[in-house]
């Protein structure tokens, strides 16, 4: 009996099956990892720990400029701040010259309150009083800064009494106080007693 080898009497094939996954058994051992692969996970490892020190590095840098910044701040406010108050504490000194109403230089005593007082003169306005023969007085303050010798009339300089930190002296020494006894607003060609202002003290160094 002869074969019949038709190709429509064979069964059609089975189809392929897709997304079919194979499962390990439990007993098959795990591989281990090549010498590459020990080797790689090595330097990954090496190279974390190294960035993690860089970072702990930088922040502590960071942290360590801040402070400089801060001192630095500090400092330079500090450093204005004495400079500000030396630069406003700072003692002047300043040549008080005696003048008449005229404003002609005269002798120191004429300016000092003790010799005006102790020749029967006195104080008021602002300006010293002495007494002249025949009756009268003639009238004497302070300019501050100008210059001039006896009987020349003063050159520059102000009738304003300076600051409380300004030392004050005349040519013979004498210290003057505080307040002196110029006449604020008044020019060296003024006179008489129709000036306002401080009558202050003078006294002997």
Known sequence: ??????????????PQKR?????????????EPSLAEQRARQQAV??????EVAAA????????????????????????????YYSVAKTENVTAVCTD????????????ENFVNSHGGHVSGGFLFLPIGGGGFNSY???????????QRVSGGSYDPPSSRTNVNTKSGKS??????G????SSSSGGTGGTGGTGKSGGS
Do not use: H, W
Not at 46 to 51: I, M, P, S, T, V
Not at 183 to 186: N, Q, R
């Open 1 to 14: 009996m002869t074969q019949d080898n038709t190709p429509g009497d064979q069964p059609p094939p089975e």
């Open 19 to 31: 997304g079919s996954m194979r499962f390990q058994d439990g007993s098959t051992q795990r591989r």
């Open 46 to 51: 090496a190279q974390a720990e190294r960035d």
């Open 57 to 84: 590095e930088a922040d502590k840098k960071s942290a360590t400029k801040r402070k400089l910044l801060i001192g630095t701040g500090v400092t330079v406010g500090l450093v204005g701040l004495v400079a500000t």
């Open 101 to 112: 109403a005229s404003g002609v230089v005269q002798n120191d005593d004429n300016c000092d």
């Open 141 to 151: 303050r302070y300019n501050y800064g100008g210059t001039g010798t006896i009987g």
């Open 176 to 181: 003057v106080q505080r307040g002196g006894f």
């Open 183 to 186: 006449i604020s607003g008044k």
